[in-house]
């Protein structure tokens, strides 16, 4: 599912335009979707009721937009380490829906402090190359 890291990269070992861990999520069920509903607690209607659904207008269930955001999490603690995450922040851009295939990667955008302080972007998009998430996040690794 990942090309994760043994471990966070050390200080001064990053650069600008480094690309961390991928995660890719094939074929996301409906299944999937209420599991996470269960583990998160939302049980918005919108997420599993299709007849609910399109009575609101949406052409069917749409994935919990957190649990895009946990995909990303996974690039996020698989790369730095999530003892050195400072923050991490995303925006949803598009809805997920059930059979979509979602591939979450990240970029170094900034290196500061020695080498320490690491900014990157990250992305999700689905299998048509929309991008369902975007967000960046600042992690400090120590020299010790």
Do not use: C
Request: net charge negative; no cysteine.
């Amino acid at each position: 599912m990942t090309d994760a890291y043994e471990s966070p990269p050390e200080p001064r070992t990053l650069a600008v335009g480094d690309v961390g861990p991928t995660v890719v999520v094939e074929d996301l069920s409906r299944r999937d979707v209420v599991k996470y509903a269960g583990a998160s607690g939302d049980f918005n209607p919108i997420h599993y009721d299709e007849p609910l659904t399109r009575e609101a207008g949406n052409p069917e269930v749409f994935a919990q937009g957190m649990l895009t955001m946990g995909f990303a999490s996974h690039v996020v603690a698989d790369w730095f380490g999530i003892g050195n995450v400072e923050r991490f922040q995303s925006r949803f851009q598009s809805r997920v829906f059930p059979g979509d295939t979602i591939t979450v990667s990240g970029t170094v955008t900034d290196v500061s402090e020695g080498g320490e302080r690491v900014e990157a972007d990250i992305e999700a998009v689905n299998q048509d190359g929309t991008t369902v998430l975007t967000g960046d996040v600042t992690a400090v690794l120590s020299a010790e």
